[in-house]
């Protein structure tokens, strides 16, 4: 049987999409997750123990087990592991993404610095430190502008799904933004990643105009597009929080070769060349601007959203049309398989990251079935616990779940999205402030 590598985080949505997928293929997946090697496989997974601030031990512990357990094809879900993922598949001979590639995706610094070198369209930017005075930034000056210009974002060199992203229109909401992002880069949980990245932070010029996402496959140096996400929902700030996908997206066909073309460059700038990437950019009337690609598939349960068909003979005229999953055609191109012969089902779909409309304890939520009725509506999944504290974004970074929909028109799915999202009401209840004892 072929062995997949699958470097992720211990548990997840997309992990267990990745299991079903491989069960579906026939292959079998060999974990390596980010957990403390002295529980004894508490999730009876049989998993390498790794932990992903320690990259060379990490590389070191999968290369050893691979001794005994061969190794045909890398992935890696989420951002984090992509790195460690990359230097394995150098390790084992087998084709991915470089390891400087890999690790420059992950570092919104070096992503700008090499799509600029790369004579690529880039905002204005600069690094700055996460220093106590969040004021220091005004002062920083720019070889080429002579300061800083409004609007502009800041946001966190190695942070993902929009966290810690801000926008400023003037000298004193950079100052909140700033201390903000402050806040969030000393928190516990952020800390606790051990990311020298995150000492860092960066401002750069606000980029207007519409909102996309590019999902795709490179295979050998060749870009392989699988879908063009269209974002419906303008993201002008102050926060960056994404909700709606929604696949094809209405632009002409020029417009799409431009975005096209301009994640192919950009990848290649950045140094990536074989497997998934996700990327996100901006179209207006100067181009299509990149704002980050990533070595990774799309996260969480969005890709649920695609299906894709194969193009291989039926054997009788009557058969149906397989439909497969993103994670099956990972698995296959992580096995050696051209990504050439699968296309995007040819009906639209989207999904909905449902947000989280204030912080608090997450109580329940009611017209769960109401909103799967809706017509085109294919799932409501309430992915948030009971109990939960909800920390919307720029400090959270979960969603309260997912709505799927499907039609033969992309508005069609749009409209369906949000009128299942209409349907949907959550109790939500403020956190009780805990007094220090005297």
């Not at 691979?66 to 992935?75: E, K, N, Q, Y």
């Not at 951002?79 to 087998?94: F, S, Y």
């Not at 996260?299 to 649920?304: D, E, K, N, P, T």
Request: net charge negative; with cysteine; proline share 7%.
């Amino acid at each position: 049987m072929t062995r997949v590598l699958l470097v992720a985080t211990t548990t997840g949505y997309q992990t267990r999409s990745f299991g079903d997928a491989a069960e579906r293929l026939g292959v079998e997946l060999v974990f390596a997750t980010d957990r403390c090697h002295a529980i004894d496989d508490p999730w009876r997974d049989a998993a390498i123990p790794i932990r992903f601030h320690d990259e060379d031990g990490s590389v070191e512990a999968v290369l050893a087990d691979a001794s005994s357990r061969p190794i045909d094809g890398v992935l890696a879900v989420g951002d984090r592991p992509t790195v460690i993922a990359a230097r394995v598949a150098a390790g084992l001979g087998l084709p991915w993404h470089s390891p400087a590639g890999a690790a420059t995706a992950r570092n919104k610094l070096r992503t700008r610095e090499r799509l600029r070198d790369a004579g690529l369209a880039v905002p204005w930017f600069v690094p700055f430190s996460i220093t106590p005075d969040p004021a220091a930034i005004s002062y920083h000056p720019l070889a080429s502008h002579g300061g800083l210009s409004y609007p502009c974002v800041v946001k966190p060199l190695a942070l993902s799904g929009s966290r810690g992203v801000m926008r400023a229109d003037d000298a004193e909401s950079l100052g909140a933004a700033v201390a903000r992002l402050q806040r969030l880069m000393r928190s516990p949980e952020v800390r606790a990643e051990r990311d020298g990245a995150h000492d860092l932070a960066l401002a750069e010029g606000f980029i207007p105009g519409r909102e996309y996402a590019v999902e795709a496959v490179l295979h050998h140096g060749a870009i392989h597009p699988l879908a063009i996400f269209e974002k419906p929902d303008p993201l002008n700030g102050p926060f960056f929080e994404e909700t709606i996908y929604v696949t094809p997206p209405q632009l002409t066909t020029d417009a799409q070769a431009a975005i096209l073309s301009a994640v192919s460059a950009a990848a290649s700038a950045i140094g990536l060349r074989h497997g998934p990437i996700h990327a996100e950019c901006r179209l207006n009337a100067a181009g299509a601007f990149v704002l980050e690609v990533a070595a990774r598939p799309i996260g969480g349960l969005c890709s649920r959203a695609l299906r894709f068909e194969k193009r291989s003979p039926p054997v009788f005229e009557e058969d149906e049309v397989r439909l497969y999953s993103l994670e099956e055609l990972l698995l296959s191109h992580a096995l050696g398989e051209s990504p050439a012969a699968w296309t995007r089902e040819p009906r639209a779909a989207g999904v909905m990251m449902i947000p989280i409309p204030q912080r608090g304890v997450f109580r329940g939520v009611a017209g769960v079935e109401e909103a799967r009725q809706v017509a085109h509506v294919e799932d409501v999944r309430v992915t948030a616990k009971t109990d939960q504290v909800l920390v919307p974004l720029p400090e959270g970074s979960s969603y309260l779940g997912f709505i799927f929909a499907r039609a033969e028109r992309a508005a069609d799915v749009v409209h369906a999205l949000r009128q299942a999202h209409a349907r949907l009401r959550f109790a939500i209840d403020a956190e009780i402030a805990v007094r220090p004892s005297a």
